[in-house]
């Protein structure tokens, strides 16, 4: 329970590093859930909790970097790490010129989680996110009923996640 606690601690902190050395436009950090059905995924059954942070490359485009740790009903057996790109698809998430967006998006990702125990190969995942409001110019935002499908490198199956609400608070 330390060794995940302290990985994902590290993690954070090394988001934040790059943050600062890049300088840029925006970046937060993210706290949420993780589901999927019983049975399904590389992630197994039960609640997962969702803690990240994003990084902002371009007005619609984002950086992530998370963990998903296992709540329910074992709490911190499984730690699973992920990256992801984000592109925003109403409108741009913000502007160069630090004016206000629009409060209401919807965003589209794609990325990489992996396992730091039995199976190091990994999964590949598309999510889309439907419903989102705030963004970077209002410091918070919160994301909601986020549906995504995972392809396991290891086995070769398809399983269904979701992320009831994902929130992101912009440092």
């Known amino acids: 329970m330390v ?16 943050c600062w050395f890049t300088q840029a ?5 993210s706290l ?12 197994g059954s ?9 990084l ?15 709540a329910t009903p074992d709490p911190f057996s499984t730690l699973h790490c992920g990256m992801g790109l984000t ?14 967006t629009l409060y209401y998006n919807a965003y589209l990702s794609a990325g990489f989680l992996t396992s730091l125990g039995k199976n190091p190969l990994g999964s590949i995942y598309v ?6 409001i705030g963004g970077p110019y209002y410091g918070k935002r919160e994301r909601a009923a986020s549906l995504g499908a995972l392809y396991d490198l290891h ?7 979701w992320n009831l609400f994902l929130l992101d608070f912009y440092i």
């Open 46 to 54: 039960g609640l997962q909790v969702y803690v990240g942070g994003t």
């Open 155 to 161: 086995d070769g199956s398809f399983s269904l996640f």
């Open 87 to 100: 592109f925003a698809l109403a409108a741009p998430r913000e502007f160069a010129s630090h004016e206000a």
């Open 25 to 29: 436009a925006s970046y937060g950090l």
């Open 56 to 70: 902002g490359l371009a007005s619609r485009i984002e950086a992530e970097v998370f963990s998903v740790i296992q």
């Open 3 to 18: 060794r995940v606690a302290r990985n994902t601690i590290l993690l954070l902190l090394l988001l934040l590093n790059i």
């Open 127 to 132: 999510r889309i996110t439907p419903i989102s």
């Open 32 to 43: 949420g859930s993780w589901s999927s059905a019983e049975g399904q995924g590389p992630l």
